[in-house]
């Protein structure tokens, strides 16, 4: 299958602070790519979708001002947490929709663990 | 896109078939079902997808009933790396967002 990664796989930062994280295609181009977050025991939450060359997509509840994305190019999506606070501590995944093919599958990151102090 | 319902859990040993089953009694004609695994601390690991025909790939097989109303996911030959939480998802295109239910929870033992 396809190759998805992120960067970094996990990270420590201080309350207040920013922290961001890049999603990239690998071995394709995707045009559309997602952000999931998931709290420990409970199962994936979409927050947004990454439409790259415009603006992203965010599900109900999730704040665009909070959790910016930017999918600059075909192979980038970037979150980034603004003013991360404890509670925004979590497991964030994205995934990219491969167009190849007949029938387009997502494909997921590794993951990025987020610890705020 | 349509609810899907799997069991919470279950076990299976080493070296012996694992069937997943999983329900989506309110699937709609142009939606495939997507099954995907998470093992524990990675991203989910694309598994296979169908929409009518039955599905093969070197790593499992998906068997769709034909009323498509329920699906059945086997991996033939369950190893100890094969325990992860399962999701089996409906929806018209990978391509679109998914939406994850709680999966099944498929613990391989020796």
């Known amino acids: 299958g396809a190759v998805v990664s992120q960067h970094p796989s996990w990270v420590i930062c201080k309350s207040g602070t920013s922290v961001k994280i890049e999603c990239r295609s690998l071995?394709?181009?995707?045009?559309?790519m997602f952000w999931y977050r998931q709290f420990p025991k409970q199962s994936l939450m979409l927050m947004a979708t990454?439409?790259?060359?415009?603006?992203?997509?965010?599900e109900q509840g999730v704040e665009k001002d909070k959790f910016l994305i930017n999918h600059a190019s075909l192979t980038l999506s970037t979150l980034t947490v603004t003013s991360a606070h404890p509670e925004d501590s979590s497991f964030y995944i994205c995934?990219?929709?491969?167009?190849?093919?007949?029938?387009?599958?997502?494909?997921f990151g590794p993951g990025t663990r987020l610890l705020v102090l | 896109d349509a609810k899907t319902t799997q069991p919470t859990s279950m076990d299976c040993a080493e070296g012996r078939a694992a069937n997943l089953p999983c329900n989506h009694s309110?699937?709609?004609?142009?939606?495939?079902v997507y099954w995907y695994r998470q093992i524990h601390s990675q991203g989910p690991q694309y598994i296979i997808h169908?929409?009518?025909n039955n599905e093969t790939n070197e790593m499992a097989s998906l068997i769709i009933t034909e009323d498509r109303k329920s699906s059945t996911l086997i991996l033939p030959h369950a190893t100890l790396r094969d325990t992860a939480v399962y999701y089996c998802i409906v929806n018209q295109a990978a391509g679109n967002k998914l939406t994850f239910g709680g999966g099944t929870r498929v613990l391989v033992k020796p």
């Open positions: 071995d394709f181009q995707a045009t559309t």
């Open positions: 169908g929409l009518k």
């Open positions: 990454s439409n790259e060359g415009s603006k992203a997509t965010y």
């Open positions: 309110t699937i709609s004609g142009n939606e495939y």
């Open positions: 995934s990219a929709r491969d167009p190849r093919g007949h029938q387009e599958t997502q494909y």
